[in-house]
């Protein structure tokens, strides 16, 4: 394999064996397969941080028939970084079964179609521009050690990756467009919202819908119908909502009609 740093090899001293050490392009090829012979098939899914992207939650949602509210009660876990800024979503992993996901069966992933986006990347994790690494060394992970090859966008496309740049298309703009104001009570209120509108979508349904959030916020009736059933374009329109259209005021006066009845 080409330009592996701190070269390590085999028994049979013929090839670099692949682990954390191991950074490569997206151009270059790396080694790896995931079967159930694997000696350590499953383990990967146990006493790690699995962090979900607003499109995870909701496919996951769906996949288990389940509205957005419940599934994040029932699955996940929110934290927020450093105690400040907007919260992330974990999977809550199961205390009664050695930290395992709560997805996972004897004979792999109970929701694997729906899997979120760094079960569908992993073993492989970015580290820079063009530039990627392994999450796990070879002794845990023993796919790393099959002969199958890919390159990064090869293995994007086999795992289904390509089209979640376009759906969450405008996520990454709010946590620089959306400013706190210093105030807790005030701050508190701008996470709800950022977590309401990126996770909680049903809630969000509500809120646009039991409310006079259409009125106050000029949404189109064309907007308004094409959010109103489609759960990706409410997403989308919810990105946009929070990186430009954002009113603290108006947002508190339509939370108090919807949510303090």
């Given amino acids: 394999m080409n330009q592996i740093t701190n070269r390590r090899l085999t028994i049979d001293?013929?090839?670099p064996i692949q682990g954390r050490h191991t950074e490569f392009t997206g151009e270059q090829k790396f080694r790896f397969l995931c079967h159930e012979k694997l000696a350590c098939f499953n383990r990967c899914c146990r006493d790690i941080n699995i962090f979900l992207s607003p499109y995870d939650v909701l496919r996951m949602s769906r996949k288990l028939g389940l509205q957005t509210?419940?599934?994040l009660d029932r699955y996940t876990t929110r934290l927020l970084p450093g105690g400040a800024g907007f919260p992330v979503v974990l999977?809550?992993?199961r205390e009664d079964a050695d930290l395992g996901c709560p997805f996972v069966t004897e004979g792999g992933c109970s929701i694997y179609d729906?899997?979120?986006w760094s079960c569908r990347m992993a073993p492989v994790e970015i580290?820079?521009?063009?530039?990627?690494?392994?999450a796990f060394d070879s002794n845990h992970c023993r796919g790393l050690l099959?002969?199958?090859e890919w390159t990064v966008a090869e293995w994007m496309k086999n795992q289904g990756i390509e089209g979640y740049a376009k759906l969450e298309k405008g996520f990454a703009p709010i946590q620089t467009r959306l400013r706190f104001t210093g105030l807790s009570s005030l701050d508190e209120h701008i996470r709800e919202m950022f977590f309401m509108v990126c996770y909680d979508l049903d809630r969000f349904r509500r809120y646009v819908f039991e409310s006079?959030?259409?009125?106050?916020?000029?949404?189109?009736?064309?907007t308004a119908g094409s959010i109103k059933h489609d759960d990706l374009a409410l997403l989308q329109y919810g990105f946009?909502?929070?990186a430009g259209d954002f009113d603290l005021r108006k947002s508190m006066t339509v939370r108090d009609e919807v949510f303090n009845k």
């Fill in 146 to 148: 099959e002969d199958r």
């Fill in 13 to 15: 001293d013929r090839r």
């Fill in 212 to 222: 006079s959030f259409l009125r106050t916020f000029a949404v189109s009736d064309e």
């Fill in 91 to 93: 999977i809550k992993m």
């Fill in 69 to 71: 509210g419940d599934f």
């Fill in 240 to 242: 946009k909502w929070l």
């Fill in 114 to 116: 729906e899997r979120p």
């Fill in 127 to 134: 580290r820079g521009e063009n530039k990627y690494g392994f």
